[in-house]
Every structure is written in structure tokens, then in C-alpha cells.
């Protein structure tokens, strides 16, 4: 069962007196839905608790989770700096991977490493640094990333010669 939970992030307070939680975010991860209605799983110790989340909400850019039959700040104390989970598929997660440090390869040569990331809107365009230490943005898609190993954390890319 537990081989089946996928780490979503980890309670650091709570919030307000009724028993709700700040959640503090795995990095990797961002919500493609809520976690209305959703059941969570909370490790404390060596067990899981599970609980119904009542309300899933956003306040000045943090998540914060009501829980079913919590009602009281006394009630969840006892979980702060736990860690919480769902069930893999249950909520549409995306996991996004950190390029950081990767290497880049074009025509199986070494070209640089990533040097940061940033979102235009529309797709991740990757800042890598060549070894003449200039640099050069890459977007992200699939017309110029030609495939991406992630246990080698090496980007392959194609198509660059207009930049």
C-alpha cells in the first residue's frame, strides 16, 4: 500500500486556531487540481494517519489544507514537520525535473551546463553556459531538446545553429 503514496510536501505549521495546515511544497512538484475531497496520508513516526482534506487553498502564495474532523489547532500540532502524502494518481500532479547543473550535448558534443531555468508563459527556456563561458537560451521543446536522460542528467539538443 505504502509503495503505492507519492510525497507531496511536508506540514511546517499550523494555520489559524480551527486546525488547518501550512504546507510546505515539494519543489518538484506543482497541482494540476485540487485536494478537495482527496485523502492524504500523514507519517508520523513509524505509522500513517490518513484524513480527507476539506478544503484546499491558496493564501499569499502558500497551501493551506483543512482536514476533516480537525477542528482545532491542539489536534494537528502533534503533526508539524511531518511529512504527507497521496495516493499516486489520485490528484494530478506534475513533476518538474531541476536542469540545474545539467550537462548539454549537441552532435554528441559536450556544448555546456545549465545554468538556471525560467518560464516564458508558453515553455521553460534553459540558460546554459558554454564553455567559452557565453551564453546561450534553449527553449525547452521539442524542436531544439532532442531527448533528455535523467540519470545521467544530460540534455540532448538539435536545431541551435540559428541561435
Known amino acids: 500500500m505504502f509503495d503505492k503514496l507519492k510525497l507531496i510536501g511536508k506540514i511546517s505549521r499550523p494555520f489559524g486556531i480551527r ?8 519543489k518538484e512538484i506543482s497541482f494540476l487540481d485540487s485536494l478537495d475531497n482527496k485523502k492524504v496520508y500523514i507519517k508520523s513516526d513509524l505509522s500513517y494517519e490518513f484524513f480527507f482534506v476539506e478544503k484546499d487553498q491558496i493564501i499569499s502564495k502558500k497551501r493551506i489544507l483543512t482536514l476533516k474532523d480537525v477542528s482545532n489547532i491542539e489536534d494537528i ?10 495516493i499516486k494518481g489520485d490528484v494530478a500532479i506534475e513533476t518538474e525535473i531541476n536542469y540545474h547543473g545539467w550537462k548539454v550535448l549537441y552532435q554528441d558534443n559536450d556544448f555546456g551546463i545549465v545554468v538556471d531555468v525560467i518560464y516564458n508563459g508558453k515553455y ?6 558554454q ?6 537560451w534553449i527553449p525547452n521543446i521539442d524542436n531544439f531538446v532532442k ?9 540532448y539538443v538539435q536545431n541551435i545553429e540559428e541561435f
Open 19 to 26: 486546525g488547518q495546515v501550512k504546507l510546505d511544497i515539494d
Open 77 to 86: 500540532e502533534p503533526y508539524v514537520g511531518c511529512y504527507l502524502y497521496t
Open 124 to 129: 521553460n527556456l534553459l540558460k546554459v553556459e
Open 131 to 136: 564553455k567559452d563561458s557565453k551564453y546561450i
Open 147 to 155: 531527448k533528455t536522460l535523467k540519470s545521467k542528467k544530460t540534455i
